[in-house]
Every structure is written in structure tokens, then in C-alpha cells.
T-cell receptor, first 112, second 112 residues
Framework: DARVTQTPRHKVTEMGQEVTMRCQPI?????VFWYRQTMMQGLELLAY????????DSGMPKDRFSAEMPDATLATLKIQPSEPRDSAVYFC??????????FGPGTRLLVL | AQSVTQLGSHVSVSEGALVLLRCNYS??????LFWYVQYPNQGLQLLLK??????LVKGINGFEAEFKKSETSFHLTKPSAHMSDAAEYFC??????????FGTGTKLQVIP
């Protein structure tokens, strides 16, 4: 049963520290999405990639967030420096172009 | 621009009663529409999707939704609620089947 995996599942860090979240998309999927979920804002699209190239990162704060796909099996989302307002659940999803997105279990981030 | 509005952030039904979760959409082009379900501490899972084929869409776990263009609605229904249906449900819209905009979610409580 193919699934999107995300690590770590939970992260507690202090303000100013760098945070790196990783996602392994389902093998064969060519599109990867990063979402952030908070109580206040709901589910927001941060960025997405197709065939490892960034297509849209307009939802991402550019000054501290960065997203990359070093290879087809790994997507990363980095926050540097982290701030308390970044506390949220971050989801990765993958899919094929024009098809359903499959979500990972999320990384729950708490920035103190 | 695309958007969805979910009426009611919390809905309570008795076990065995009809489930009706409301969603209205706005899209400048014929939309793709989705319902996702999120169980506690998990990612989102696709329940069903509308892609301009049949207006009545059947999904998993006995759920279905009807696309009504005249009402710009895509309400989710299930004839008989089960305790395991307690979760948060998200309506979503896309005009290109890639960049998806999610609603704010409706938490469904099922009362024994």
C-alpha cells in the first residue's frame, strides 16, 4: 500500500532555530505539494513541484521558508529562522498531473 | 479566482441519521470539486471527486455528493451516520485539477 511519508512526525524547537521537514512522495508521482494547517487559517498551499521543478510557491513566506526537491524521492521544506507563528501541522501530498492528491500524515511543529 | 464556502464549522447528528454537509463553490471555469476527510492526527483522505462526468458522485464509506451548477453547490450526504464517520470534512475546488483551494472544514460529531 503506497503512502506518502513525512519526517519527523513531531518537532519542538526554539525560536530562531532551523527546521527541516522531509517528505517521500509515492513512487512514480510527479507532483508534490506542501500545505500548512492551522486553526486560524485552515489549510494553506505553500508550494508545489512538478517533475522536481517548482511551479508555484506564492503561498510561502520567502524570507524564511524554502522548498526543494533534491531528487524524485525527496522533498524538503525548511524554515530558517523559525518563529512561534510557524507552529502548525505541515502536510506533504503527492500525485500525478491532473489526478488526485495523496496526503502524508503531517509534521506537527511547535516553535517556542 | 476559486473558493469554497462550507456552511457550519460543526455539525452533530445522531447515529443512523442523515448526514448533510454543505459546500458552495466559486470558480471562473467549470470546476473540479472534491471532498476530503481528516481523522484526528492524520492527513487528508479523498472521499470523492467531481470531474464533469456524472453530477451525482459516489465515494467511499457510503458518502455521495451532487454537483448543482445552478446552485453552485456540492453538498456531501450519507443516508445513515456511523460512529466511525466522526471526523473533519473538507470541501475543495480546483480549476485545473492541480492547485486546489480547500474550505475551512466541518467537524462532524456522531452522537450514539
Amino acid at each position: 500500500d503506497a503512502r506518502v511519508t513525512q519526517t519527523p512526525r513531531h518537532k519542538v524547537t526554539e525560536m530562531g532555530q532551523e527546521v527541516t521537514m522531509r517528505c517521500q512522495p509515492i513512487l512514480g508521482h510527479n507532483t508534490v505539494f506542501w500545505y500548512r494547517q492551522t486553526m486560524m487559517q485552515g489549510l494553506e498551499l505553500l508550494a508545489y513541484f512538478r517533475n522536481r521543478a517548482p511551479l508555484d510557491d506564492s503561498g510561502m513566506p520567502k524570507d524564511r521558508f524554502s522548498a526543494e526537491m533534491p531528487d524524485a524521492t525527496l522533498a524538503t521544506l525548511k524554515i530558517q529562522p523559525s518563529e512561534p507563528r510557524d507552529s502548525a501541522v505541515y502536510f506533504c501530498a503527492s500525485g500525478l498531473a491532473k489526478e488526485t492528491q495523496y496526503f502524508g500524515p503531517g509534521t506537527r511543529l511547535l516553535v517556542l | 479566482a476559486q473558493s469554497v464556502t462550507q456552511l457550519g464549522s460543526h455539525v452533530s447528528v445522531s447515529e443512523g441519521a442523515l448526514v448533510l454537509l454543505r459546500c458552495n463553490y466559486s470558480s471562473s471555469v467549470p470546476p473540479y470539486l472534491f471532498w476530503y476527510v481528516q481523522y484526528p492526527n492524520q492527513g487528508l483522505q479523498l472521499l470523492l471527486k467531481y470531474t464533469s462526468a456524472a453530477t451525482l458522485v459516489k465515494g467511499i464509506n457510503g458518502f455521495e455528493a451532487e454537483f448543482k451548477k445552478s446552485e453552485t453547490s456540492f453538498h456531501l450526504t450519507k443516508p445513515s451516520a456511523h460512529m466511525s464517520d466522526a471526523a473533519e470534512y473538507f470541501c475543495a475546488v480546483s480549476d485545473d485539477y492541480q492547485k486546489v483551494t480547500f474550505g475551512t472544514g466541518t467537524k462532524l460529531q456522531v452522537i450514539p
